[in-house]
């Protein structure tokens, strides 16, 4: 029987068994294996703030990190980067973002990867 409606939407998502995605799930299982690495990005992003350890959270270091890793492989936008981190599955799943997180606007994306210096991604490329 087809329904005209389904009638009720599933509470998890099912993994998409694309090539891409499949390449995002091996680079998650190094990263977690290196946790170092969110530690030489942590740094950068507190880096001249006054007080880090106050104020509201932001995006976790590792976080930001996989968005960099994004953005280097992919070569969106910010504003591109923004849509997709909202809109893909794989994209949310790679970067730690759960089902009811907000994703970042691509201002936010902007202002925290530009905090990365050009030597820690060295560092982070260096340890995979």
């Given amino acids: ?8 939407l599933p509470l998890v998502a099912p993994v998409y068994q ?9 680079m998650s299982r190094i990263l977690d294996g290196i946790p170092e690495a969110a530690g030489y990005v942590h740094e950068d992003l507190v880096r ?15 976080q930001v990190l996989r ?8 070569g969106f936008s910010y504003e591109q980067l923004a849509f997709h981190l909202g809109d893909s599955m794989s994209y949310r799943a790679f970067c730690k973002f759960g089902l009811a ?8 994306l902007k202002r925290n990867l530009k905090r ?13």
């Fill in 67 to 74: 968005i960099a890793l994004i953005k280097q492989m992919t």
């Fill in 101 to 108: 997180d907000r994703p970042p606007t691509d201002s936010t």
């Fill in 1 to 8: 029987m087809r329904e005209i409606l389904p009638s009720q």
């Fill in 18 to 26: 694309h090539l891409h995605t499949r390449e995002l799930v091996e």
């Fill in 48 to 62: 001249g703030v006054a007080h880090p350890e106050k104020g509201r959270p932001g995006m976790s270091a590792e």
């Fill in 116 to 128: 990365l210096q050009p030597e820690t991604l060295e560092k982070v490329y260096r340890l995979g």
